[in-house]
């Protein structure tokens, strides 16, 4: 009798798109152990992207292969073991080596000859291929919605992300205190901690009600998103989203953003004696 690990993985950076749930894999695995009477050592399940190296469970795997703890490896398929070179070429040189004699699949055939290696070779770069062609289909959807003035990320403070119709929207019970901050701060008689305090005052505070951090209220009043146009590839882009306040209100808080910090005693230079 073969004994195994039994790996389940599934991505946690595309949750509602992966081909088969964590679950679904351990009972089809389970059914495929019982049936070609494998013994699995242990059930080993992680949730992270195989696209790059690093993975802590997967890792710990192989180094318990290495010690003599398993022979095998069960997963649903391929691709739950390796989408980048490194971790497919580990898998190969372990085969190479028979530190790994074998790995199984409930769909896929596999055996531990060159014929095999060439074949898990290819599995191996397909799924390496269909990341890249993902991230960079991606990557262009991006660019495609900053072409048309649409804000690729998600919403700031004072406005929402409409997912029916992937755009930007007002938030319309937060967007009146955007522009109260903002005229607030460009008096000139407030600071990051007033705005701080004024945050927390209408309710706003971190998910342990402390008040928000001086770099919040700094990023909120440095943002070009509430006068219309948007940040992205450290480039200002015009937006096509509706704007919260006037670019010239933005303009004055920017100055005195600007004076602050030019004059603030943390950026002062010691005095030679």
């Known amino acids: 009798m073969s004994n195994l690990f039994l790996y389940a993985r599934k991505s946690t950076d595309v949750e509602d798109k992966q081909v088969l749930s964590i679950d679904a894999q351990l009972n089809e695995l389970r059914q495929f152990a019982a049936r070609e ?15 790059v190296p690093g993975r802590p469970i997967f890792n710990a795997m192989l180094e318990r292969i290495e010690a003599g703890e398993a022979t095998g490896i069960l997963a649903w398929h391929p691709d739950r073991l390796a989408r980048n070179s490194v971790d497919g070429g580990r898998i190969i040189d372990l085969l ?6 074998t790995l199984k699949f409930p ?25 890249d062609s993902l991230s960079e289909n991606t990557k262009r959807g991006l660019r495609e919605k900053v072409r048309r003035g649409e804000f690729p990320h998600k919403a700031p403070f004072g406005y929402l992300n409409d997912y029916r119709t992937k755009r930007i929207i007002v938030d319309r019970g937060r967007a009146h205190l955007v522009k109260e901050v903002f005229e607030t701060y460009a008096t000139g008689e407030s600071t990051l901690d007033s705005i701080r305090q004024l945050l927390a005052d209408r309710g706003v505070r971190t998910a342990t009600q402390k008040l928000v951090g001086r770099a919040y209220v700094s990023r909120l009043l440095s943002n070009p ?8 590839g450290g480039d200002v882009h ?12 933005f303009d004055q808080v920017q100055a005195v953003l600007s004076e602050r910090w030019r004059y603030s005693p943390a950026d002062r230079k010691p005095e030679r004696k």
């Open 107 to 131: 769909r896929t055939w596999f055996e531990n000859t060159p014929q095999g290696k060439l074949m898990l070779h290819s599995e191996f770069g397909f799924s390496k291929y269909y990341v």
């Open 37 to 51: 009477g494998v013994n699995i050592v242990e059930e080993l399940i992680e949730k992270q992207s195989a696209k």
């Open 225 to 232: 998103m509430y006068y219309g146009h948007f940040l992205y």
């Open 238 to 249: 015009e937006g096509t989203h509706e704007p919260l306040i006037q670019k010239t209100l």
């Open 96 to 101: 190479d080596t028979e530190t790994l004699k």
